[in-house]
């Protein structure tokens, strides 16, 4: 893979897929001006956060297909990441930091063990395409969720009004009892 890191140089693009990698390489800590990176289909279960810390001009970022419990606190420093697909994975929980992301457009969070979003996502006011089938999620409820990706962020954002106010809005939601 130290040839496809050499590449990237160029190019600002890697792809480090079907590789049975471990763990990100600490290479990627010397190319600040990657704008894509894949490292989907590999048997990582954690994220080295000294090397995604690295990577402020990323723009898009592929971790599905890999064996991830969670995403560091360091994922919210991403301040370019427009899309980010976290799809197959064991992730349990979402760091509040995803609030951070102001840039994020897209994002992929399918066959997780997501029981919640935090209604941190509801600041994400760029984010057009949430994904979030094929967890076990108890909230947004389902009904929230067939409305779409709208219907999600206007409920975390009335989420995250609440922790600021006291006071929780779910009138016009259409929930059910």
Do not use: W
């Amino acid at each position: 893979y130290l040839q496809l890191i050499d590449r990237s140089r160029k190019t600002n693009t890697l792809s480090l897929e079907s590789l049975a990698l471990d763990g990100m390489p600490s290479e990627l800590t010397t190319l600040e001006t990657l704008s894509i990176l894949s490292l989907s289909h590999n048997e990582m279960i954690t994220l080295n956060p000294a090397v995604l810390k690295a990577m402020t001009l990323l723009q898009e970022l592929n971790l599905s297909h890999n064996k991830l419990k969670e995403l560091p606190q360091v994922i919210g420093k991403l301040g370019s990441l427009t899309t980010l697909d976290i799809s197959h994975n064991a992730i349990t929980s979402i760091p509040v930091t995803i609030g951070d992301l102001k840039s994020l457009t897209s994002m992929d969070c399918r066959s997780n063990q997501l029981s919640m979003l935090p209604p941190h996502f509801g600041s994400l006011n760029a984010l057009r395409v949430l994904q979030v089938a094929g967890n076990p999620l108890l909230a947004p409820p389902a009904e929230v969720i067939r409305d779409g990706t709208s219907s999600m962020l206007d409920y975390l954002r009335r989420f995250s009004e609440a922790n600021k106010t006291g006071s929780l809005h779910l009138v016009g939601m259409g929930l059910t009892t």
